[in-house]
């Protein structure tokens, strides 16, 4: 069922990411969005079946599209396809703005996650405590966890990347319009704080795993 629903799911989110973005989405960006629905899907199916695998796998895509972006060929090294510099700030601006799009929704739904796992753990370890769950029961939960963990530290790294670019594009840029540089500032520290954000996350997720190992 899960591999079903995995290949179901992956296939119409790489549809709809090259029909809707056609021209736009590179080979780095389309395989990060293969690699994240798959992801996803495991990660969200072990959490809540096939309702989880569906929401996993979409968050998944959209992270993954993320991360080849920013590891592939990114806005920031194709100036020469831009006529001027204003398009080359506005691509850029429009970039990080689609990332800060999709973090706020990973970020969201990754606080969701957290807040539940946070009470079936604490209940799981009173079960063991009580030795009504055995060892093996929070081994198999620390393993999807720790699988959730790495994503979301694959998924900062990403993330920081994508900071790291925009700070430099608005350095070089500094000559340009302020208003268009204005607008990318206001993306970097949107940047900022949604790294922040993620950031604490991801600790809170090591401090859930953390439990199981107690």
Do not use: P
């Not at 920031?76 to 990332?99: G, P």
């Amino acid at each position: 069922m899960l591999k079903k629903s995995i290949t179901s799911i992956l296939l119409a989110t790489l549809f709809v990411g090259m029909t809707g973005c056609a021209g736009t989405i590179d080979q780095s960006a389309t395989e990060g969005m293969a690699i994240g629905a798959i992801v996803g899907a495991i990660v969200g199916y072990a959490q809540d079946g096939e309702e989880g695998a569906k929401k996993g796998a979409i968050i998944g895509a959209a992270a993954g599209m993320i991360g080849g972006a920013a590891y592939g060929n990114h806005v920031a090294n194709q100036r020469a396809r831009f006529k001027s510099e204003e398009a080359y700030l506005n691509a850029c601006t429009a970039q990080a703005q689609t990332v800060n799009s999709e973090t706020r929704t990973y970020n969201t739904t990754l606080q969701g996650q957290i807040r539940s796992l946070s009470t079936e753990v604490n209940q799981m370890v009173r079960a063991y405590k009580q030795k009504e769950l055995s060892r093996s029961q929070l081994v198999r939960k620390k393993q999807e966890i720790d699988a959730q963990l790495a994503w979301t530290r694959t998924k900062l790294d990403r993330v920081r990347d994508e900071l790291v670019i925009q700070k430099t594009v608005y350095r070089r840029q500094k000559n340009q319009s302020q208003t268009r540089l204005a607008k990318l500032n206001n993306q970097i520290r949107e940047l900022e704080n949604n790294v922040a954000t993620l950031e604490q996350e991801t600790r809170n997720l090591k401090t859930i795993s953390a439990r199981l190992s107690a």
